[in-house]
T-cell receptor, first 111, second 111 residues
């Protein structure tokens, strides 16, 4: 299966702390994307990292990619209660345009 | 501008009935995707439309599922003879390049 596996499945932290989520996958990829989902409905695209990139930043988000280990991590710095959501990694591989999603990490940021 | 819209937002149907779910993509987006998300799970790819090309139906779980995209815009996902295991949130996404923009989803409950 190409599905990304995320860990931890759930993460609870205090406001102001950093949150780190990890994603592992099984095949070669074109790019890896991270999405956020609030309340089990629509997803919001956060950041994309291409297979030839090792690190990307966007605001309080930092994504790393290690293609040799087939893994990626998403770091949210100085977390806020509004960051509470489910976070998914999604993989694009081969000629397919559709994404293969991981099972997600449920992040809870306590005020 | 307007994002991806989906209707209805919620649908409750009896086992054995047919349902139609609608997706209005972002204007000008050439690609349209349908995904399904069961409770607490990641997204499962169903079908992908790109321009006037034949759709990629490789993710449809059975022949009870079908979809069409009229005029390269609006798409309808049809599930015939619904089963309880069809209960899920059905998400539509559209894209112009790599990043996918998701609608709020339709929560389908089969009783």
């Amino acid at each position: 299966s190409q599905q990304g596996e995320e860990d931890p499945q759930a993460l609870s932290i205090q406001e102001g702390e950093n949150a780190t989520m990890n994603c592992s996958y099984k095949t070669s990829i074109n790019n890896l994307q991270w999405y956020r989902q609030n309340s089990g409905r629509g997803l919001v695209h956060l950041i994309l990292i291409r297979s030839n990139e090792r690190e990307k930043h966007s605001g309080r988000l930092r994504v790393t990619l290690d293609t040799s280990k087939k893994s990626s991590s998403l770091l949210i710095t100085a977390s806020r209660a509004a960051d509470t959501a489910s976070y998914f990694c999604a993989i694009s591989s081969g000629s397919a345009r559709q994404l293969t999603f991981g099972s997600g990490t449920q992040l809870t940021v306590l005020p | 501008g307007a994002g991806v819209s989906q209707s209805p937002s919620n649908k409750v149907t009896e086992k054995g009935k047919d349902v139609e779910l609608r997706c209005d993509p972002i204007s000008g987006h050439t690609a349209l995707y349908w995904y399904r998300q069961s409770l607490g799970q990641g997204l499962e790819f169903l079908i992908y439309f790109q321009g006037n090309s034949a759709p990629d139906k490789s993710g449809l779980p059975s022949d009870r599922f079908s979809a069409e995209r009229t005029g390269g815009s609006v798409s309808t996902l049809t599930i015939q003879r619904t089963q309880q295991e069809d209960s899920a949130v059905y998400l539509c996404a559209s894209s112009l390049t790599i990043e996918q923009y998701f609608g709020p989803g339709t929560r389908l409950t089969v009783t």
